[in-house]
């Protein structure tokens, strides 16, 4: 298929709805939130206070609308438990409610009744899945920030408000509390002129960046991925070797364009409100090494995952090989998580979730190969051999290849269906090596 049949595809695709049935989940959030902000903005005039609490309830009302209200009246409840606990309690019995509670979170599917997750048709699922994953992470910050790193009380209002941020709920950025607490400006409340202004030009900054968002998973849609299927059923032998790099290669940039599609537009919305949330992706591609790129890609996970797994375990002070691995393969099993709440357990038995563990397990020994490169003795006869006989420009562009050409091929086990056993990955590898 040609780039002008996929793009007259893809248009006939979007008019007659097929699209919006299988993409459903980010032209809700993205219609919806638009109108959310529109009201968020309209109430300017509204008291700081008085604007928080709404933005809470819009974000309550966006769990309603893009889910299910009864799990959202679920959701508000447990988030009321759970700052309680954290906050009234006492001692160890709040830290042990609270502890319940994080753990509750983790297996909720086997808690809640099927039919509490009958809400919007298209994508409840999936809605729940994407925004849990976030929400037990926000979650677990609170808990540790605030029961074993004395970080400062939060009130109600400013905890629901981070937590159930609708524009960043369903898939990040990843902002615990404290962060969106520093992250908050005057936005749309201006007092002068000036200050219109200024909020004039960051309103034009962010519409261009939900258009921008918007355009990616556009494009991504018609272009990428369209191999899928046919090479992950064959093991690679669907296609040409040629093909079968580029789709490696495509790879990597549709999960990069959608991924990144979604936080422009996640940004936008939050601007316009007056939140200045961070950045998630930052050129990836022009990393110089596996540890660089989880430095630049999704950005808020590895802050999340560096400040509340790798420093807590001892980070590079003792064991940090282990450390690193554990990370990455927790990780994983974050992903699998995600999975199993989509699928359930039948369609995604345990030996699905290799594809994930295998992913972690690589980009963990990337990182820590990395180290031992650049810090290890046994090392640096290999290490000076090469700074002798390429350039500081060679050697930056041969790094830059290598890491993503890893990365690439690391996505492969990613990005594996449920259904397709993960010696199909092996046999991939094999045909991008001329092995097969």
Not at 182 to 195: F, I, L
Request: hydrophobic content about 55%; proline content about 5%; glycine content about 8%.
């Amino acid at each position: 298929m040609t780039w002008l049949e996929r793009f007259r595809f893809g248009i006939d695709d979007l008019t007659t709805g097929s699209w919006e049935t299988r993409h459903s989940l980010f032209v809700h959030f993205t219609l919806y939130g638009a109108l959310f902000v529109a009201i968020a903005v309209a109430a300017a005039p509204l008291p700081a206070r008085a604007r928080s609490w709404l933005v809470v309830a819009l974000s309550v009302a966006s769990l309603g609308v893009l889910g299910s209200w009864t799990a959202t009246l679920l959701a508000l409840a447990f988030s009321i438990a759970l700052w309680a606990a954290i906050e009234d309690l006492p001692g160890r019995l709040g830290a042990l409610v609270a502890a319940a509670l994080v753990v509750a979170l983790t297996i909720y599917p086997a808690l809640v009744p099927g039919d509490l997750l009958r809400g919007n048709p298209h994508h409840m699922r999936e809605f729940w899945a994407f925004a849990t994953n976030v929400w037990l992470l926000r979650c677990i910050a609170y808990l540790v920030d605030r029961r074993a790193r004395g970080r400062p009380r939060r009130t109600l209002r400013e905890f629901l408000l981070a937590t159930l941020f609708f524009p960043t709920f369903v898939n990040g950025p990843i902002e615990t509390t404290e962060q969106l607490a520093a992250h908050t400006t005057a936005g749309p409340a201006v007092a002068s002129w000036e200050d219109l202004r200024a909020y004039g030009r960051e309103a034009l900054t962010a519409f261009g960046r939900c258009a921008l968002g918007i355009a990616k998973v556009l494009i991504a849609t018609f272009y990428l991925g369209q191999e899928n299927e046919t090479i992950f059923a064959t093991g690679g032998t669907g296609v040409s070797h040629p093909r079968l790099w580029v789709w490696t290669i495509e790879l990597y940039f549709l999960f990069y364009v959608v991924f990144s599609g979604w936080t422009d537009v996640s940004i936008g919305l939050a601007r316009l409100m007056g939140f200045r949330i961070m950045e998630n992706f930052d050129q990836p591609w022009r990393s110089r090494s596996v540890a660089e790129f989880w430095r630049r890609w999704h950005i808020s996970f590895g802050v999340w995952l560096r400040e509340y797994v790798y420093f807590p375990l001892g980070g590079n002070r003792r064991h940090a090989a282990l450390n690193v691995m554990v990370t990455f393969l927790l990780s994983g099993l974050w992903h699998v998580w995600g999975a199993l709440k989509v699928l359930g357990p039948e369609a995604y038995p345990p030996r699905a979730w290799l594809g994930f563990v295998t992913w972690g397990a690589m980009n963990g020994a990337a990182v820590v190969a990395g180290r031992w490169w650049s810090t290890a003795h046994a090392a640096a006869p290999l290490r000076a051999a090469v700074e002798s006989r390429l350039t500081a420009a060679a050697r930056l562009r041969a790094s830059r290849a290598l890491a993503f050409a890893f990365v690439a091929l690391a996505w492969i086990p990613f990005f594996l269906p449920p259904w397709i056993d993960v010696s199909m990955c092996w046999a991939i590898f094999l045909r991008l090596l001329y092995l097969k």
